[in-house]
Each structure stands twice: as structure tokens, then as C-alpha cells.
């Protein structure tokens, strides 16, 4: 889809408080895959609803006509006084809704698709318009976002903020602040502003509030009796121009079962849905066969090589409250419901992927690498301890049979509390490594980040030197084990563990060996900056877009490099940020930005560490790693070889593989996630291969 997820970051309470509703099932209840997408769906909401800063998620499995599934999670309110349960209100977007008004008011003839907006709504004269001999933008065009609409970014604060009861008056006014991004009709992108104009729009063209409009000829007729436009209780901040809804899981679901052909024919005949799903596909600019994507009236589309397509209804809440997904395949009639109350965590991403993936794993040549118990080797249990910040560390150790000692690797991690198999996405990277490796006769421990797993500590703000630190331990660890061979210990990185591993290998010259995947070999703000270039060209934006991008996240960062009076770099990040993000979000963003930790972070120049490494080292990219980019380190850790005069230093870029070194067509996130290879066998038989002809005794 095209990238609109977010990404923001534990007490541990009776089990029993996170699960408040359920219904059991029979396997006969759902097509086939759905209970183990359930599985999914419980472990990963179980998990975040135990952050203490996190409030309530209630999910659900439609099935035809039905709500075949359902449970609770957390609290219904910021209080935190009351269970979430089925009957806990949610903020959504209106904008589905807003569509079945098109398609309604077309039938109907009050409207025609092609009917220029500024017949209905002629204030769009006074938005500025960079292309004047272009036709005027038409209600098609909204709908199935080709318009090219903006609203400015730096006005987007005033405007979206406010009472949702005056959001018409406040969207008429951003119109003088709105533009084209691009020339109506020649791209698809998601717009800040065009689904509210669409309301609006409609809205007049009916001769009708939006509200009563939506109220009476779309939620009351589908049974959507306990959803409204103003809840009491709800959190109704930050939306300003942009109208949302309040609904139940119940009533979502009966919306979910129209969309799949079984709702009131009063609402809209069977055939006109039917009809709308087949007419319009508008495709996203990404090279990508699979899958194929794009926009309908109503919908954003995804179509799988494993003949599964996806419809996804734009029900995402417009501020900052509330999160919502509704998928659903209209093959199979079954749709899956993500509810969310609170802004901040990766839940319902992670809880779309593996929707996705468990039911569409591409096929490659690797299949699904997911060894399976019994091994043919030792697998064992292990903890140490870091003295230095008096922890312990857990992990696992994995023994090749026969007779030792062997060769042994420490696997790190990237940044972020990850345990210890590398749990990414659906894939788990050092699982499938210390399998693989150990099958070639390899020690390999794997261990949880702190505060991660069996670990103790906590994941602190300077990850790159509490890894550092752990690493250590892990190899003082390890040479007390008599399996081991002392002179034959090394280290494995993958991403922004390279840092920590080239720091460990520089000062530690009883490090026999250092292999990278994707070692940043250039400052973290420099890779930042590309990175945010090359996904979003990746996920389909135009490239003057992708540009404005990367040039904000480089003045970010400049500004953070370069600004040492709190004060001032708060207002400067402000005036930067203003109107991206709600305020809650925005303050605590500075706050992290503004700390000692993350400006050494991404300042932290890798060179030195790396021009000192005098062991044997391997240094692998992968061509479409879009977070640490080739282009960038693979130069920089060549000048690094140079630099060190170590004539054992291997720098090689593979061709057609992503952050996860997995076959790849492009490198997006998602893609890493749907494919069912953790890690492609050349990498594996590289990497084996590389370490079997160690000059190790």
C-alpha cells in the first residue's frame, strides 16, 4: 500500500486484565488461514498491551454477514479505569463512507463523476493552482486521489486543529492554503486534504449536512446504530478540517460485511458495488509485480501472485487518538478489523503484516526456513554477566557435534529491542543463522538485547554502546566455554550492530574475525537522509517529493548537529515540525532529539573504529537496502579497508537483495515481510563458506 504506516516506540499485570471479550471457534467458522492470522493477531495485541503507556485495541474476524470473531484488549479510556470490551468506542475516518455517498448521489443522478468540484464547491478558486490551463480537478479525481491536492504542510497545524462540529468553515479556510502537487490525473498519491473537499462537496451538491447525510442514508439503513459523530468521552483533538466518526467493532463489522457484497440493498444494489470494485483501478507508480496496487472509489487495492486481493477501506482515524485498519478480500468474504485507542507503538503494523503474510508468503527458492526440532546439533540455555553494568544477559548457544573446540561467532543485533533471534517483521534472521552455521560446524550465541526477553537491564537511549559493552561479556563468556576455541571467537553483524562489532573488534584484539551485513560505514544522519529519499521513491512518490523529504529530514538533523541551546532548538525544530505532528507527539519527538545519546548517535562517525580493524573482515550490502543504502557505505567502507592496510578485509555488495538480505524486487519494508525467505542461501553459503578458510588455529 503506499506508505502511510507510523513507527513510534513495561510493567507486567495479571494476564487476565488484557482479555475482557472473546468468542471461541470452531476451524469450520473461518476459511482456511484464518485461525492461524487469530493467533497472530492475539500474540502481537497481548504483547502491546502490556506497555503501560499504551491504552486498548479490540480486533475482529468478519465472515460473510457476520462478526465471526472477537476480542479485547487493555483499557477503553487514557483513565485506565475500565476494560476495553465489544462495546468500547473507537475514532475512525469517514472517508469510506463519504465514498458510498459518491456512489449513491451518482446512482441517483444528483451527481456525476466527471462534474467539476467548483460547481459544488466554488471556493476551490482560491486554491493555487501552478498548471491554469488544466481542466478543474472533478469529483472522480478526489476519490481516487489523482487530484494532486495539498494542503502546505507549514499551515497544516492551524488547520487541523479545532472543533470537529465547525470542520466545513475550517476547511474553507485552508483552501487558500492548499496546491497542487502535481498536474491533476497523472499520478495516485494520498492527500492530506482531498477526502474533506469530497465531503464537502457532496455535502452541498445533496443539499444536506454531511453528518445528517451520512447518519441517515448510510449508517442507520446498514445497522450502524451505536456510531455518531460526537461521542461523549471521545478524543476529538487535533482534527480540525478533517471529520471522523465513532464506532464499535460491531458496527464496523457491518460495514466490512456491505463492502463484501452482503449488506442492504437499500443502502446500494449488490450490482453497483460490484460494478464500482471492477471500473477503477488507478495503479501506484511502483515497479513492483507483486503485488499490484492502486486506488478505486472507496478503496486502495492489493493484488496477490497467490490469487488473494485485498480492499482496504480508508477508515484510518484523522488525529492522533486512535488507529484503525480494515482489510477484506472480496473472494473469500472474510475481513479483518484493527481497533486502537493511542497513538504511539508498531502494533497494528506488525498486525497487517502478518495478516498478510500468513496467508500470502511469496514462494522462492528458499521456501519458508523455519528449522524444525530435533537438530542435529546442541542447543542450550545460557546467561553471563556484563560486571560493568551488573547484568545478566540471556541468550542461546548452539554446538556443532563432534568432537571440539570449535570455531564460535557472536551474533548483534540492529538497533532496537530486539531479542535474540532478531525477531523482524515475520522473520526471525538469527534464528535461521545460528542454525545454518552451526550445521557447518560453527558455535553461535545469540543473545536478548537488555531488557529484552530473559535479559536483564533495560534498553537505554545509547544502544550502540550498551551493544558494545554486551558483546564483550559475550565473548568473555564465551571463552570459558570448553567447546569453544579461545584464539577462534568472532563476531557477526547485521545493521547498526556493525557499529558496536567494529568498535568491540578494534579494542579487543583477541576478536579473531568481524562479519557485517550492512555495517553503516557512514554517520547515521547521512544514511537517514537517503534512506527517507529512497523509500519514499520506492513507495511511490514522485521524486521532487522524495527530494523535499530527504531535505527536511537534513535540515533536521543539521539543526540538531548544530544547535546547543535547548531553547533554541526546540523552537527551531518546531518551526520545522509544524503542523506534521499532534503536539503530544511532537514534544516528545524533541525530547528524544534533543538528548546527548541521540545526538552522538547520529554524529558518531564509524571511520576511525573501522580503519583500526586488523582482523580478518567481511563486509556485506545488499544492492536494495533502503535504511543503510549502498551507494553510500559501500565507497565509505572501502576507504576504511584502504585506511586500516588490512589485506583481509572483503567489501562486497550483492545484487537483488533487501535489509534482511532476502531476494528482493525493491527493497520496501513490506515486501521484506511478505516473502517467505528469512535470508537467501547465497548469503548463508557466503558467509559459511567465508568462515570455513579462517586462518583460525
Known amino acids: 500500500m503506499f506508505s502511510r504506516v507510523t513507527s513510534f516506540r513495561c510493567c507486567l499485570l495479571i494476564a487476565s486484565i488484557w482479555c475482557a471479550f472473546t468468542q471461541e471457534l470452531t476451524p469450520d467458522d473461518l476459511p482456511p488461514g484464518m485461525q492461524l492470522v487469530i493467533r497472530d493477531l492475539d500474540r502481537i495485541a497481548t504483547e502491546a498491551a502490556r506497555n503501560p503507556t499504551d491504552i486498548g485495541y479490540t480486533l475482529g474476524v468478519v465472515n460473510q454477514d457476520r462478526l465471526a470473531w472477537t476480542k479485547s484488549y487493555g483499557y477503553a479510556a487514557a483513565t485506565r479505569q475500565q476494560l476495553a470490551t465489544a462495546d468500547t468506542v473507537y475514532g475512525i475516518g469517514s472517508a469510506a463512507f463519504t465514498a458510498i455517498m459518491l456512489l449513491q448521489l451518482t446512482r441517483a443522478g444528483t451527481v456525476h463523476l466527471s462534474d467539476p468540484v467548483e460547481r459544488y464547491l466554488p471556493e476551490m478558486k482560491s486554491v493555487h493552482n501552478p498548471y491554469p490551463g488544466a481542466a478543474p480537478v472533478t469529483l472522480l479525481q478526489l476519490a481516487i486521489h489523482t487530484s494532486g491536492l495539498a494542503l502546505d504542510s507549514r499551515d497544516a497545524a492551524t488547520y487541523t486543529s479545532g472543533s470537529a462540529a465547525q470542520w466545513e468553515n475550517t476547511l474553507i479556510a485552508a483552501l487558500p492554503h492548499t496546491s497542487y502537487e502535481f498536474e491533476l490525473g497523472t499520478h495516485a498519491a494520498s492527500s492530506n486534504i482531498d477526502e474533506s473537499i469530497l465531503a464537502l462537496a457532496l455535502s452541498r451538491a ?87 496496487e492502486g486506488y478505486g472509489i472507496g478503496f486502495h487495492g492489493e493484488t496477490w501472485t497467490s490469487n488473494h486481493y485485498y480492499f482496504i477501506p480508508p477508515v484510518a482515524f484523522p488525529g492522533a487518538a486512535y488507529e484503525a485498519a480494515l482489510w477484506f478480500e472480496p473472494r473469500r468474504h472474510a475481513a479483518m478489523i484493527l481497533l486502537h485507542h493511542g497513538s504511539s507503538g508498531t502494533a497494528l503494523g506488525q498486525m497487517i503484516h502478518s495478516y498478510v503474510y500468513t496467508l500470502n508468503a511469496q514462494k522462492n527458492d528458499a521456501g519458508r526456513q523455519e528449522p524444525v526440532r530435533p537438530f542435529p546439533y546442541t542447543e542450550e540455555e545460557v546467561s553471563f554477566e556484563n560486571k560493568a553494568a551488573e547484568i545478566r544477559l540471556a541468550g542461546t548457544l548452539t554446538i556443532p557435534q563432534g568432537k571440539g573446540p570449535f570455531l564460535a561467532v557472536i551474533l548483534i543485533p540492529k538497533s532496537g529491542p530486539l531479542d535474540r533471534d532478531e525477531r523482524l517483521f515475520n522473520h526471525r534472521p538469527f534464528f535461521i543463522l545460528a542454525d545454518y552455521l552451526t550445521r557447518a560446524g560453527i558455535a553461535v550465541l545469540r543473545a536478548d538485547v537488555r531488557g529484552v526477553g530473559k535479559s536483564g537491564g533495560k534498553f537505554g537511549p545509547a544502544p550502540m554502546d550498551d551493544s558494545a559493552a554486551d558483546a564483550e561479556a559475550a565473548l568473555a563468556y564465551l571463552k570459558t566455554r570448553p567447546e569453544v576455541n579461545p584464539r577462534g571467537i568472532g563476531l557477526l553483524s547485521h545493521g547498526e550492530g556493525g557499529l558496536a562489532a567494529s568498535i568491540v573488534a ?109 582482523c580478518p573482515v567481511l563486509a556485506l550490502y545488499a544492492e536494495k537496502d533502503l535504511s543503510v543504502p549502498a551507494n553510500l557505505n559501500v565507497p565509505a567502507m572501502r576507504a576504511a579497508r584502504e585506511a586500516s592496510g588490512n589485506k583481509n578485509f572483503t567489501v562486497e555488495e550483492l545484487p537483488d537483495l533487501n535489509l534482511l538480505f532476502q531476494t528482493a524486487d525493491v527493497g520496501i519494508g513490506r515486501e521484506a515481510n511478505w516473502t517467505e525467505e528469512t535470508i537467501s542461501p547465497v548469503v548463508l553459503g557466503k558467509l559459511a563458506n567465508w568462515l570455513s578458510q579462517l586462518p583460525v588455529r
Do not use: C
Not at 461523549?232 to 460485511?257: C, N
Open 506 to 614: 578494534a579494542r579487543n584484539r583477541d576478536v579473531a574475525f568481524l562479519a557485517m551485513l550492512s555495517a553503516p560505514a557512514v554517520r547515521a544522519a547521512e544514511n537517514s537522509v537517503e534512506s527517507s529519499r529512497l523509500n519514499a521513491v520506492a513507495n511511490g512518490e514522485l521524486d521532487r517529493k522524495a527530494d523535499d523529504q530527504a531535505g527536511q529530514s537534513r535540515k533536521i538533523f543539521s539543526i540538531i548537529q548544530e544547535e546547543r541551546d535547548p531553547a533554541s532548538l526546540d523552537r527551531k525544530l518546531r518551526d520545522v515540525l509544524a503542523g506534521k505532528l499532534p503536539e503530544a507527539q511532537l514534544a516528545g519527538q524533541i525530547r528524544q532529539w534533543s538528548s546527548p545519546a541521540f545526538r552522538r548517535t547520529i554524529t558518531y562517525d564509524p571511520a576511525p573504529a573501522l580503519s583500526k580493524l586488523a
Open 206 to 292: 445533496a443539499h444536506q449536512p454531511y453528518s445528517d447525510y451520512l447518519k441517515h442514508r448510510i449508517l442507520l439503513p446498514m445497522g450502524m446504530t451505536h456510531t455518531e459523530f460526537l461521542v461523549s468521552g471521545a478524543e476529538t483533538s487535533g482534527l480540525g478540517f478533517r471529520p471522523a466518526v465513532y464506532t464499535t467493532i460491531g458496527d464496523l463489522a457491518r460495514f466490512a460485511s456491505f463492502m463484501m457484497l452482503h449488506g442492504p440493498e437499500a443502502v446500494l444494489p449488490r450490482r453497483d458495488l460490484e460494478a464500482n470494485y471492477r471500473r477503477l483501478w488507478v495503479t501506484n507508480s511502483i515497479a513492483i509485480p507483486n503485488p499490484n
